[in-house]
């Protein structure tokens, strides 16, 4: 429960600097892999809506992409054996689809400076996540 | 656990496919009630940021304004009588008058100023500028009066260290000079100097000027002290005439 308000605490701090490094969708990521599937949810759903209302462009955009974004990766959590290099590379897939999906959705601007910071600093930010929520450093499961 | 998740899953994307087929107008007005309660705490934390920031901009305005008022009242202390000297009154009344001559022989020794007997102007009458004191009405016309200043040659006044409340007489010899202090009194250069009120003529209480110096000399008793006088004789265009309304003009 502590480790929920947590990463809704660490979501709204994050979002004004969203627009800068997509940290929002690490958190979700980390929240995906680490956390219940229905929590995983219902917290996808919280990043979608808040990222609508604080960057606008359409109401339900952002929040539908990364609800089904969300399902299709804890769908495919299972076959995946996530140690530090293939969850670097799920996100990276995961947030390339998700812009992706949101341009051809809402045609949002592709930022390629966000990406490579996005991608650059998911690392630090999930060992992070991982010392703080689990006390450990990110390792194999 | 399977299950409920697909069924959670078709409810939170059928919420939030909902605003994606409402009109523009409902969507924005969908959006704009969410964000009130939703983004809550960015709504404070800006309220706060930008609270600080005109309070802040605020300060420094005002510290502008401290600052300007400062130099504004220094500049006007230089023209009031009442802030540069220790006049104490309490059946005195000053009347302003201009200075419009001097005499030849003794630029700074006497003044021509334009009151007389016809504005309650008698001889003996205290005579101030607005940094302090002057000299006294030596004699009196109609329309105008001659004013004996503290830089005539033989002037005196009686006076008093006010720091250590030594008496003494200034009196303006080749210098203007604090006599009558012993050795062994305590004065200090930079002592404010004021009338002491020991005459009939100068109320108690005008600064007269500082001391600027301190030597000794031959004299078995005293010491000479010298005084920088207040007023900037050669200065002056307007003064202030001490009219005392408890005395009548007989006094001498």
Redesign the interface.
Same mark, same amino acid.
């Given at each position: 429960m502590i480790r929920y308000l947590l990463y809704l605490l660490a979501l709204?701090l994050s979002? &004004?600097f969203n627009n800068t490094v997509e940290v929002a969708l690490m958190i979700l990521f980390f929240v995906i892999i680490k956390e219940d &599937?229905?929590f995983a949810?219902?917290f $996808?759903?919280t990043v979608?809506?808040?990222t609508?209302?604080?960057y &606008?462009i359409?109401?339900? $955009?952002s929040?539908?992409v990364y609800?089904?974004l969300t399902?299709l990766l804890?769908y495919l959590k299972r076959f995946l054996v996530l140690n530090p290099p293939t969850t670097i590379a799920t996100f990276t897939v995961l947030y390339l689809v998700k812009t992706a999906a949101l341009n051809i959705f809402v045609a949002a601007h592709i930022d390629a400076v966000r990406i490579i910071l996005t991608i650059l600093i998911f690392p630090p930010i999930a060992f992070l996540l991982d010392r703080i929520g689990f006390g450990i450093w990110m390792k194999k499961q | 656990m399977r299950r409920q998740q697909i069924l959670l899953f078709i409810l939170l994307f059928s919420i939030s496919a909902t605003p994606i087929f409402l009109s523009e107008n409902a969507n924005l007005h969908l959006a704009r009630h969410l964000s009130s309660f939703l983004l809550f705490p960015f709504r404070i934390t800006t309220a706060i940021v930008e609270y600080l920031a005109i309070s802040n901009a605020r300060i420094e305005k005002l510290e502008k304004d401290v600052n300007q008022l400062r130099l504004e009242n220094a500049a006007l202390k230089d023209r009031l009588v009442v802030d540069t000297t220790h006049f104490e009154s309490n059946s005195y009344t000053l009347l302003k008058a201009s200075v419009i001559g001097r005499d030849p022989l003794d630029i700074n020794g006497y003044l021509y100023i334009d009151k007389g007997t016809s504005h309650g102007i008698f001889e003996n009458q205290t005579v101030l500028s607005v940094e302090g004191f002057v000299g006294k009405i030596k004699h009196v016309g109609a329309s105008s009066s001659i004013v004996e200043t503290i830089e005539k040659q033989g002037f005196t006044v009686s006076a008093i260290d006010v720091s250590t409340g030594i008496h003494g007489i200034v009196k303006k010899q080749e210098n203007l000079m604090f006599l009558y202090i012993r050795h062994d009194d305590a004065i200090s250069v930079g002592d404010s100097i004021s009338t002491s009120g020991m005459s009939e003529i100068f109320p108690k209480g005008i600064f007269v000027g500082s001391v600027h110096a301190i030597s000794e000399s031959e004299d078995m008793f005293f010491k000479n002290v010298y005084v920088t006088p207040a007023a900037q004789i050669n200065r002056l265009v307007s003064v202030y005439i001490i009219q005392d309304t408890s005395v009548s003009p007989l006094r001498d």
């Open positions: 709204y979002l &004004p &599937p229905r949810l219902i $996808a759903f979608g809506l808040l609508d209302l604080y &606008p359409r109401l339900g $955009a929040t539908i609800i089904t399902q804890l | -």
